[in-house]
């Protein structure tokens, strides 16, 4: 079958695969390729067993693969024959030299620009799609229009907003695609074919076009401002646990004002994920460098706040069952960085487990997906660490329970059963607020939930 396009993208992970997946099932007209330098994610995404948990995303791949999706590790080849190619590439936070901790680490990114070069014998449009730097497209229009080929490569910033968990709700029907250019004639040509790409199935008016170094600094600054409500409602609730004030119903309060809306004001033991963190700091980082150290100062305090909530969270605990945890068993409910996802990057779940580790408490981590990454991630402990997929064996014998995930199936537990299994007193430590406090306490247990006055029976 002829395809109107050949679609590329280089990096098949969290954001590669499922946006692809959509495009894929929404334009039969294009042959959507992804590619990868991981031969064991792209055979994944070739089997039975995909290789990210995402609700619905399973039966897109299903429709698609084999249709107009290919998943290979054949980069070259895949460049060669694209029209277009999105880059999906991991941006971590570099660990070395200039920048270490805040800045992003390109090199992966810079490597792409210079294999796509290297393979290409027309020109094409190039689509960032991971999230980087405000004007990293003009390092890559330099890297790529730098050639003797006589080559034309137009550098587009698109980024993208899915949510882990709701991703392919989300790239569904998105609150918004952005779309940035270069504002000259070739430049709005690209950006219009890249606008076309998406008005398959996203309404227009939902579809923003913007200058290139818009797009870009829009997308750090969506993740910043996501990650300030959070780290706002859970600095109040530090200040609710002292005031008998509760940080839901403050929380419902604040979120009726329509100026403020009610959606990222649940408070919890702090938000987590591979970009939150990664993405404020980079921008902290590029403040710095234009000498704005008050604008980095400000927005580095979202990543401190949430921080200290993790520390807060280990302390109470301690703090609440009598000042040691030594040797006491401790069932983390979930790991996942957060419900709907078996992602645990900078899962605030790391961060209590080592604490509590530090602490020699024994721990027992449950999950429903994220199990084998929680065992990649603390593959370095040696003792007082076991994984149970069943959250009553895990809960068995346990001093306390922390609620690290928002998992629905954690809410409908039978905790009377759970109760009458645990060491005595039993605690619950909810790092989510999602369990029905009340009815926990009445059970026997002593409750702790994240801005709320303690429930106990001593
Ligand atoms: N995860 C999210 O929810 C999310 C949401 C929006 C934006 N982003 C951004 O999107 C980008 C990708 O994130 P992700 O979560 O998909 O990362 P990921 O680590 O899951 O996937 C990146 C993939 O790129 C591959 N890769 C790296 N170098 C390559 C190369 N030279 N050739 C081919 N493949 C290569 C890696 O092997 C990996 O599989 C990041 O910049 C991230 O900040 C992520």
Redesign the pocket.
């Known amino acids: 079958m002829k395809f109107e396009k050949n679609i590329l993208c280089?990096?098949?992970?969290?954001?590669?695969?499922p946006t692809m997946s959509m495009i894929a099932f929404k334009c039969p007209q294009y042959k959507v390729t992804v590619?990868?330098?991981?031969q064991a994610?792209i055979d994944a995404w070739n089997s039975d067993v995909i290789p990210i948990y995402e609700p619905g995303l399973d039966d897109l791949v299903k429709k698609t693969r084999g249709r107009n999706l290919f998943f290979s590790t054949e980069?070259d080849k895949g460049i060669r024959e694209a029209d277009l190619i999105f880059v999906?590439?991991?941006?971590p936070t570099k660990t070395f030299g200039q920048g270490a901790g805040k800045a992003a680490d390109l090199q992966?990114w810079e490597?792409?620009a210079r294999?796509i070069l290297a393979n290409s014998d027309s020109d094409k449009i190039i689509i960032e799609?991971?999230?980087?730097p405000v004007r990293t497209a003009e390092a890559m229009e330099r890297i790529l229009n730098a050639n003797s080929k006589g080559v034309h490569f137009e550098v587009l910033s698109n980024?993208?907003?899915?949510?882990?968990g709701s991703?392919v709700q989300d790239l569904e029907a998105p609150d918004r695609v952005l779309v940035g250019s270069r504002e000259t004639t070739e430049g709005i040509a690209a950006r219009r074919t890249v606008v076309d790409i998406y008005a398959n199935w996203v309404p227009r008016n939902r579809i923003i076009e913007s200058n290139v170094w818009s797009a870009e600094l829009s997308?750090l600054t969506a993740n910043a401002f996501l990650a300030q409500r959070i780290s706002s409602i859970n600095s109040i609730s530090a200040l609710c646990e002292k005031t008998e004030a509760d940080v839901d119903e403050v929380a419902y309060a604040i979120g009726t004002d329509s100026r403020i809306g009610p959606r990222f004001l649940k408070s919890s033991v702090g938000f987590g994920?591979?970009?939150f963190q990664?993405?404020i700091l980079n921008l902290v980082y590029i403040c710095h460098t234009y000498g704005l150290h008050e604008v980095a100062d400000y927005w580095e305090s979202v990543v401190k706040i949430n921080q200290w909530q993790q520390r807060r969270f280990i302390l109470n605990m301690l703090g609440n069952m009598f000042n040691t945890v030594a040797g006491k068993r401790i069932a983390l409910f979930g790991f996942a960085f957060k419900a709907n996802t078996g992602?645990t990057r900078e899962s605030p779940a790391l961060a209590i487990t080592r604490g509590l580790l530090e602490e020699r408490a024994d721990i027992i981590i449950t999950d429903p997906q994220a199990i084998p990454h929680a065992k990649e991630d603390l593959k370095d402990v040696k003792h007082g660490l076991t994984f149970e997929s069943d959250p009553y064996q895990a809960a068995k014998g346990a001093h306390a329970i922390a609620v690290m995930t928002e998992w629905k199936l954690y809410a409908e537990l039978d905790y009377q059963r759970i109760f009458e299994s645990m060491q005595q007193p039993a605690f619950i430590f909810d790092g989510r607020n999602v369990l029905d406090h009340r009815k926990l306490f009445k059970i026997g247990f002593n409750v702790f939930a994240i801005g709320k006055m303690p429930l106990k029976h001593f």
């Open positions: 280089i990096g098949a992970g969290y954001v590669g695969g590619v990868d330098i991981n994610r980069t999906s590439v991991n941006t992966y490597k792409t294999q799609k991971s999230t980087l980024p993208e907003f899915l949510a882990e991703a997308k994920g591979s970009c990664k993405d992602d």
